[in-house]
């Protein structure tokens, strides 16, 4: 730790001068004068002097896409000031319309005569009502063109792009692409040696005398300074080695200073470099897209390598955050510097060829040609990989997945990607395959740098938020919050930050797709609100883009659920059926917002739908009274919680556990392992029995016949002393003996006993009765009224006494 906080006290210099910046930047705009209020008629006047403006521009057919975003930069505002003016306009009109109503209509003719200043004010009243409707009309069609111009102005782009991204051109294959290159490269290759001519001459103009000398010092200087860095850089990056077993903390504080010296350093030695070119005036207009690509370049294969060995830890497997063995995390922290040199090359060649005035065939081919080495590299990557042998084909027994495996659908989406990027070459969208090495690289990035995020965070507040930390002290201490609320507020804290930083992550990677955030805002509004116009458009993309759009925010709320149930409600003290109620209620609020998203997204607002559902009342009322019955049923059970997940409940003639309560039914599991159906309605509507409803205590009886000879007392005294000998028996209440029947033959005795639990009563019931057998075995007592003598009945019985009576003869002798 006493490193890392060495290593900060670097940055406080640099961090103190930009507060001393941003201080006086603020100091400079607190003394300006403040800007002049514009009256509601002069800002809808603004707003649509500014609108016309944009619609003349788009008149224009050939705005780039630079020019369009320009222009719809521009609406915004326009939309702001327009919902400000009626804002602020409605009150106001509300206000003169009533004192209006006060003064009331003007009399008629043959009524008497009011005041003159009766009249007066009606008039003035009357005007501001005139002049106030006027100005609030105008705002709101202000507004609704606004919207409508933001929509065309987001039509026309996607146009754009989708243009720009297939164009076609001739297949990398081709050999007619082969040969113009091979015609006009010694065209370009003369270009090149010009452009280095022009930049030697203006050099040895320039650098004469003692400016010379200098500038070769600063070479020299410049180069030191590099290898001087880049061995501080390694000494800084390298870890402790006597810590073993570092925590995930550790690693990941480590990966993200690692992550930052590598990539730090080569982008400000050429920073540097350039910037010393520009200070001696060696480059000049022509080189600067050659520059800013070399620049870009640098700092792509800069960031590629930092991430990769922030992440995969190539040399240091203990240190690493990614669970994946060496041979993996080599491969792919190649994989990563590898497409980035030859994309970073690529755009390297591109730049030099527009400086050049290449022709277009050189370009088409050295794009083509860059996304099919990248294809190549991930192809070759990826068979590697999966050429490794799995280390669980040599565990004995049945494989146990202790979690899911993300890396198959990534290794699923990177094949996919490569037949693409190698589809699109050989067909001749190159445009589409070098978009798509873009996004590649992009998506890599974005993902890389948000999982180190993520995971710093997480780790952060789980360390900062223990009761034993510092801040979890002075909370506990200051604040008053518990110790198990400390372990709730951070899981709370980091599923907010997860949030925020995946919808950043989101409109990071979506950006270049012509997808811009306020875009998606007026998708919101318009799921809300809705949009009028004439008619609504339904076109296959709407239909599939909102599809995607529900599937995105239904697959948020199902990620919401899981987090609710893993991570946070474990933590809190609320029993299991009020989990359940909370989780399943968000699934149909997420499944509600996910609907009118998508429908908004189509341009259906609530109104339409509510034309819609009326017509649908009837069917709903004949054809689907059922499940709607089910549904309101299913929300009673959920928040009147009468029954509870986890509940044993007896419905007719089966018992069992509540295990779900579903939009329609509710699962019960019963004793016999069988999962029972139960419609909602009918545990609204029947007779439900709960053992559990207000506690979990349990009675439970034992009936037994004692013969009329035992004494009752000896009797009551065995049977308690079986019932308080039990551990799982409550003595308050205490076990009794109820002497029930007197007959001639037998007593009849109930042992009533109480348990804590009642899921226990059956198991305590069995141990009851074999204590009881032995106790009544010991004390000599029989259980049951004795057995009455079994009476056998003979026919001629004296006939067989006497036949057994006389003495037998044999062959005539006695």
């Excluded at 002069?42 to 944009?54: C, K, P, S, Y």
């Excluded at 930083?501 to 919101?524: K, M």
């Excluded at 990620?559 to 893993?566: E, N, V």
């Amino acid at each position: 730790m006493a490193r890392f906080v060495s290593r900060l006290r670097l940055f406080v210099p640099v961090f103190a001068v930009c507060l001393i910046c941003f201080g006086a930047l603020a100091q400079t705009d607190t003394n300006a004068p403040p800007a002049p209020q514009l009256t509601p008629t002069q800002r809808v006047d603004e707003a649509r002097a500014t609108l016309d403006r944009v619609d003349k521009a788009l008149a224009n057919g050939t705005l780039s896409d630079a020019q369009l975003a320009d222009l719809r930069g521009q609406i915004d505002p326009i939309e702001t000031h327009a919902n400000e003016v009626v804002a602020q306009l409605t009150p106001i009109l509300a206000g003169i319309k009533a004192r209006l109503d006060q003064l009331g209509p003007k009399p008629a003719d043959n009524a008497p005569a009011e005041s003159a200043q009766v009249t007066a004010e009606r008039a003035e009243q009357q005007k501001k009502l005139t002049d106030v409707d006027e100005t609030l009309k105008r705002a709101r069609l202000i507004a609704v063109q606004a919207d409508q111009t933001a929509d065309h102005i987001a039509s026309r782009r996607r146009e754009l792009f989708t243009s720009a991204l297939f164009q076609r051109t001739n297949s990398l294959f081709d050999p007619n692409l082969w040969g113009a290159v091979a015609r006009d490269l010694p065209r370009d290759g003369r270009g090149v040696e010009m452009l280095a001519s022009d930049f030697w001459s203006n050099a040895s103009y320039r650098l004469t005398g003692w400016w010379r000398a200098a500038f070769v010092a600063t070479i020299l200087l410049l180069i030191a300074i590099y290898v001087g860095a880049t061995r501080l850089s390694r000494r800084v990056v390298a870890h402790e080695p006597s810590i073993a077993d570092p925590t995930r903390f550790r690693k990941v504080r480590a990966a993200l200073w690692v992550g930052m010296i590598v990539a730090v350093v080569p982008l400000a030695s050429v920073t540097l470099f350039f910037a010393l070119f520009n200070s001696f005036d060696l480059l000049g207009v022509r080189l600067e897209p050659l520059v800013h690509a070399v620049i870009v370049g640098v700092l792509r294969i800069a960031l590629a390598a930092g991430l990769a060995r922030a992440l995969l830890q190539p040399s240091r497997p203990h240190w690493r955050l990614m669970d994946v063995s060496d041979s993996v995390a080599e491969k792919i922290s190649r994989l990563a510097i590898t497409v980035a040199c030859v994309v970073s090359a690529t755009r390297i060649l591109e730049a030099l060829s527009a400086v050049v005035g290449a022709m277009l065939p050189v370009s088409v081919f050295t794009r083509g040609l860059g996304a099919l080495f990248v294809a190549v590299a991930m192809a070759a990557a990826l068979y590697g990989i999966l050429s490794e042998p799995d280390d669980a084909d040599e565990c004995l027994g049945p494989k146990v997945v202790a979690r899911r495996d993300w890396y198959a659908p990534l290794r699923f989406a990177a094949w996919a990607a490569i037949l693409v990027l190698i589809a699109s070459v050989a067909v001749g969208y190159i445009a589409l395959a070098a978009f798509l090495v873009d996004q590649i690289v992009w998506i890599a990035c974005v993902g890389s740098v948000l999982y180190l995020v993520l995971v710093f965070i997480e780790e952060i507040i789980a360390v900062s938020f223990k009761p034993a930390a510092p801040l979890g002290r002075s909370l506990t201490a200051s604040v008053g919050i518990k110790r198990e609320a400390l372990e709730q507020i951070g899981i709370l804290l980091s599923g907010g930050l997860h949030v925020a930083l995946f919808c950043i992550a989101a409109l990071l990677v979506l950006a270049p797709w012509g997808v811009q955030s306020d875009d998606l805002a007026s998708s919101v509004r318009a799921a809300f609100f809705g949009v009028t116009f004439g008619g609504v458009t339904i076109s296959l993309s709407s239909v599939v883009f909102s599809l995607v759009l529900f599937a995105l925010v239904y697959g948020a709320t199902r990620g919401l659920q899981y987090w609710l149930d893993t991570r946070y409600l474990p933590h809190t003290n609320l029993d299991t059926g009020l989990r359940n109620s909370i989780k399943t209620s968000l699934g149909y609020v997420g499944f509600i917002i996910a609907v009118a998203l998508a429908l908004g997204y189509l341009g259906l607002s609530f109104e339409k739908l509510a034309i819609v559902a009326g017509a649908l009342s009837v069917g709903i009322g004949f054809g689907l009274q059922s499940i709607v019955n089910n549904f309101v049923s299913g929300l009673i059970l959920l928040w009147e919680r009468a029954i509870r997940v986890g509940d044993w409940i007896v419905v007719g003639d089966e018992q069992g556990f509540v295990r779900r309560i579903n939009v329609r039914s509710t699962e019960i599991e019963t004793f016999d392992r069988a999962m029972m159906i139960v419609p909602n309605s009918n545990l609204i509507t029947g007779v439900v029995k709960n053992w559990v409803r207000t506690d979990r205590v349990g009675r439970l009886k034992i009936s037994l016949s004692v013969q009329s000879g035992a004494d009752p007392d000896k009797v009551r005294d065995l049977l308690i002393g079986a019932a308080k000998a039990h551990d799982l028996v409550l003595s308050i209440p205490a076990p009794q003996v109820l002497l029930t029947s007197l007959e001639a033959a037998a007593y009849k005795y109930d042992l009533l006993a109480y348990v804590d639990d009642v899921e226990t009563s059956q198991r305590v019931k069995s141990e009851l009765l074999f204590e009881i057998h032995r106790r009544f075995k010991a004390a000599s007592l029989s259980l049951g009224a004795p057995v009455a003598p079994t009476i056998v009945e003979l026919a001629d019985i004296e006939r067989l006494g006497t036949f057994l009576s006389e003495p037998r003869r044999a062959g005539g002798k006695s």
